[in-house]
């Protein structure tokens, strides 16, 4: 009920968010901006309120907003694009570009290249969303169940190494999803980021996640975005992982036609998203250049690479495993970012050995 009414209230007063925080939403919501945005209604009738309800119970976001559909990224934009452009260090106003063609890249296995087991699994995962719904963040228990349909229908069509089964999560025993998780298969439950933008109304209803008997390739349904397409697989064999992955988007596109658009490609709900919703990763092992915070650091920023500890966001790193990926997604297309991560990996591995 809370939330209900918190999602038809709009801000009577500028929000007052504590100076300790480091949030975007901080930083570009001045009384300027929340003057011209505060009686703004997307398509959807998405609020100001909701846009940045996030942010407004969790001042350590990083972001702090969340967006109610394709809409809200025009309704929106005098707080947004800003939002955007610091991000991603990108111009709203250019096109955005997608390819999946990395034959010209010559990805190496990482083990093989580096003559060692440094790598211990790659995973690189797509967000994407449905052009005709609202997002997680607004949508009804109808529509959620409709884009639970169209995803079961793609399941269906898929051949191959992709066919597998589709796990409601409602269906699913406690026992299970613990192993799930641990195995870094399934989502966290829970978020207190998501909860706060409406994305976890109606829990577990609708959502659930699609398997092979593998293991290397999955789907999340209706969790922060409609669709998490997931590829991975033990090792540092990053072609086969990006190409799974391209196989398997171009057969999901073919029943469920994502939201993308000319300036921000790929439509998600949270910005960090946009662009091409990817997240091409390893778990890498490296004790001795981890214990060097400024050289690691410096080679993730000279690669535009993102650390992670290895249970995901907001975890840590154990025994000197880190989960590196690309941090950019926005402006580049899917295959240039996987080159960021794979150039950015190697890098980091030439000096694990050199420290050696
Ligand atoms: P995202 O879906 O945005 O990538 P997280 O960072 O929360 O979100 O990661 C989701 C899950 O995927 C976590 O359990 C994480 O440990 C796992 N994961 C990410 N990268 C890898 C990888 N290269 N190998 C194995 N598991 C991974
Ligand atoms: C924050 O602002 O810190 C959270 N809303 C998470 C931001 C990163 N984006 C994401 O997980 N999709």
């Not at 706060?196 to 209706?222: H, M, Q, Y």
């Not at 650091?297 to 495993?321: C, P, T, V, Y």
Request: net charge neutral.
């Amino acid at each position: 009920l809370q939330q209900f009414l918190n999602a038809s209230k709009t801000i009577d007063e500028f929000p007052n968010i504590p100076e300790s925080s480091k949030s975007l939403l901080k930083k570009y919501l001045t009384k300027d901006v929340y003057k011209k945005l505060k009686d703004a209604k997307d398509a959807n009738g998405f609020t100001l309120q909701q846009l940045i309800s996030s942010g407004l119970a969790n001042p350590d976001s990083s972001i702090g907003v969340y967006a109610g559909s394709t809409d809200s990224y025009k309704v929106f934009a005098p707080l947004l694009n800003q939002i955007i452009s610091d991000y991603h260090q990108y111009d709203v106003n250019s096109k955005h570009t997608s390819s999946w063609d990395i034959s010209s890249y010559n990805f190496e296995e990482f083990n093989s290249k580096h003559k060692g087991d440094y790598v211990l699994s790659t995973r690189v995962r797509i967000a994407r969303n449905l052009s005709k719904f609202p997002l997680g963040t607004n949508i009804t228990k109808e529509q959620r169940q409709q884009i639970e349909n169209l995803a079961i229908q793609a399941f269906n069509s898929f051949e191959g190494e992709l066919k597998g089964t589709y796990y409601p999560l409602g269906k699913l025993t406690e026992q299970e999803k613990k192993q799930l998780k641990e195995d870094h298969f399934l989502f966290k439950e829970g978020d207190r980021f998501l909860k706060a933008c409406g994305c976890e109304r109606d829990w577990p209803d609708a959502r659930g996640i699609f398997i092979n008997p593998s293991k290397t390739f999955l789907v999340w349904v209706n969790e922060e975005d409609q669709f998490r397409i997931i590829s991975m697989q033990n090792g540092g064999d990053l072609k086969q992982v990006f190409e799974r992955l391209a196989k398997a988007h171009e057969i999901i596109n073919k029943v469920a036609q994502f939201s993308i658009t000319e300036n921000l490609g790929a439509i998600t709900t949270c910005p960090t998203n946009l662009g091409t919703g990817m997240r091409a990763s390893v778990h890498v092992k490296l004790p001795l250049l981890s214990s060097d915070e400024k050289i690691f650091k410096q080679i993730a920023s000279k690669h535009h690479l993102d650390i992670r500890g290895i249970d995901g966001e907001h975890s840590e790193s154990k025994g000197g495993i880190f989960d590196v990926s690309n941090k950019r997604r926005l402006g580049y297309s899917e295959a240039q970012l996987a080159l960021d991560m794979y150039n950015g990996v190697n890098e980091l591995i030439e000096v694990e050995k050199q420290l050696k």
